[in-house]
């Protein structure tokens, strides 16, 4: 990912969750040095990740696939991307996962991921804050 893909990221972005991330979270992403990785068909972005790798392990920010592109196969081939190029620098991949996610969270599981814990109130929500669940997967 590059400055020149946070237009279509931020697209993405706002068309698959509520509370988006913002164009400065993403370029923080991307100065910080996260692993931020696009995903394109026919010079179309249709997914994207961020991952923060740290002291052997990684931690998977963000995980989306444009909607039109959703229940291909697309978000599980991303996901398998990130557990290679994280495997190279890790020992174990976390992420966490909205409590409601039930596509997600099976993706996650059928991948390897164990849930480990549960952070409570983590995320906004449309009414109040929703728990996340956190998940984990050895990478070596």
């Given at each position: 990912?590059t400055d020149?893909?946070?237009?279509?990221v931020l697209?993405?972005?706002?068309?698959?969750?509520?509370?988006?991330?913002?164009?400065?979270?993403?370029?923080?992403?991307?100065?910080?040095?996260?692993?931020?990785?696009?995903?394109?068909a026919?010079?179309?972005?249709?997914?994207?990740?961020?991952?923060s790798v740290a002291?052997?392990?990684?931690h998977?920010?963000?995980?989306?696939?444009?909607?039109?592109?959703?229940?291909?196969g697309?978000?599980r081939l991303?996901?398998?991307?990130?557990?290679?190029?994280a495997g190279e620098k890790?020992?174990?991949?976390?992420?966490?996962v909205?409590?409601?996610?039930?596509?997600?969270?099976?993706l996650y599981?059928?991948?390897g991921?164990?849930?480990?814990?549960?952070?409570f109130?983590?995320?906004?929500?449309?009414?109040?804050?929703?728990?996340?669940?956190?998940?984990?997967?050895?990478?070596?």
């Open positions: 990912m020149d893909d946070l237009e279509s697209t993405i972005e706002e068309q698959v969750y509520t509370h988006p991330w913002s164009r400065t979270i993403l370029r923080d992403c991307l100065r910080t040095g996260y692993e931020c990785l696009v995903y394109e026919s010079r179309e972005i249709l997914a994207y990740s961020v991952v002291a052997g392990e990684a998977l920010l963000n995980l989306s696939v444009h909607p039109q592109h959703q229940g291909k697309l978000g991303v996901l398998r991307r990130v557990i290679r190029h890790a020992d174990t991949l976390f992420l966490e909205r409590v409601s996610n039930q596509v997600a969270r099976q599981e059928s991948e991921f164990n849930e480990i814990g549960q952070r109130n983590y995320y906004p929500a449309k009414k109040g804050r929703e728990d996340a669940l956190v998940f984990a997967r050895p990478l070596l």
